[in-house]
């Protein structure tokens, strides 16, 4: 079945000609998407027959009755595209869905630390899910198959039932479907906003570290680690010292288990677009182009207003560490990961610079603030500001699902090269950073509620 693929080669990986599907930079200017779309659709192969010239003819005949037919039916381009318009509504997608994500990574996190839990690094649940959803929107043809205006990709299907095989270039329909679904405002915010906001790269760098140092959080699961009441946990941590040699097996947990269930979440996602495409619906173009856009504009603004105003005047003071303050600075890291992608990831077709960028810089911002929360000179509101900075703005900076979209996507030796260093040079500024701290100074007990 994976032969039948168009984004994988013979060797099962993907085909390098579909690294455009990095959801984070858009290189289609909206205005042009109409005409891009019927491009390459029809692609008739030179006669080498001796009647060429007839059957030249008639097959030119054929492709102009083809072009008729398309026109007649498939429905025009109605709405002016504007650029700027377009801008706004993708940054509006980016802000609502950045605290969308955010939210869910923080409530996934919650309900997977238990006692008991067999995974105690519960940021990968959220890194999991994440690159599933990731995986079936790369795939799916079905929620934007209007595209803008103009389902051509579906045209080309009917079309390809009707003429034969050689006159039809479904793979090209394809690959021109992938490239202008990514400048769709909606799809982006869905890719990039919700999707790079869920996962968290340097969170995954930072439980790689803490399993280096054993501070691991770790979820009790004992009697004996009831307080003397028997009513409730005295910690939310439990180690005990180790041999520094088996440190070397930690980090290999964490990053085998990580790297693994996240490059199969991604083909889990793939399966699914494939397996529920007869079921899925198709988003009106009408509809979220001159309603749901303009809708998101109000909508994501306001809730962001709303919540940095909630984070100064809180209903209560223990939401700012929980949820608030990481919902306030996410918007501010999802859009920088949007832009610098955008601009960088283009310059090094082989080495998505942007994607390397943002991930090493969350990672290192990440261990700044840890350090400054686990300080003894921190108080109960800058704890709550470095956590949201880290669940925040950090969380929506990095990302995984990308990041395993383009592990998988690269030539091999390329993807070995840029993998290792994202792991390598991450890991590396964690060390530097929070381990100086750690086996100098010391980390402090917290003293916000998160």
Partial sequence: MAANRIYRRSDGRFDPGFRSINEDSYNV??????????????????????????????????????????????????????????????????????????????????????????????????????????????????????????????????????????????????????????????????????????????SFIRDTFLALSNDLPTPLNHPTDLSPTGIGLTTTTSTVPRNAAFSIFAILAVLIITLSLCIRALYLGIDAAQALEPYTPTLPFTFTRQFFDRFCVILSFGLWITVILLSIFPLNP????????????????????????????????????????????????????????????????????????????????????TWIVELTTLKRSAAHLYGALSIGVALALLVAIMGTFRWTVGFSELKCVH
């Fill in 29 to 202: 200017d909206p205005s042009n998407a109409y005409k891009l779309q019927h491009q390459s659709i029809m692609a008739p192969r030179p006669l080498e027959t001796a009647q060429g010239h007839t059957r030249q003819s008639q097959d030119s005949e054929r492709t102009q009755t083809f072009n008729e037919d398309k026109y007649d039916q498939v429905p025009k381009l109605q709405t002016k595209i504007s650029s700027r318009s377009t801008e706004l509504y993708i940054i509006s997608y980016l802000i609502l869905f950045a605290m969308l994500g955010t939210l869910a990574r923080l409530g996934l996190q919650a309900l997977t630390f238990f006692p008991g839990a067999p995974i105690v690094f519960s940021e990968l649940w959220a890194n999991f899910a994440g690159t599933i959803i990731m995986g079936f929107l790369m795939e799916d043809r079905r929620l934007f198959a209007e595209e803008w205006g103009t389902p051509n990709y579906a045209y080309a299907l009917q079309k390809a039932a009707k003429f034969p095989p050689d006159e039809v270039d479904l793979a090209a329909a394809k690959k021109a479907h992938g490239a202008t679904k990514k400048t769709i405002p909606l799809y982006i915010g869905l890719a990039t906003g919700f999707c790079g906001s869920f996962t968290s790269f340097s």
């Fill in 318 to 401: 223990n939401w700012r560490g929980i949820a608030l303050f990481a919902l306030a600075f996410a918007p501010i890291g999802c859009l920088t990961r949007f832009y610098a992608s955008k601009i960088l990831n283009p310059a090094f077709p082989q080495f998505p610079l942007g994607t390397f960028f943002v991930n090493i810089l969350g990672t290192a911002v990440l261990g700044i603030a840890f350090n400054f929360q686990h300080s003894a000179s921190a108080t109960v509101i800058s704890c709550q500001v470095f956590q949201g900075l880290m669940d925040g703005f950090c969380g929506a900076l990095t990302t995984i699902s």
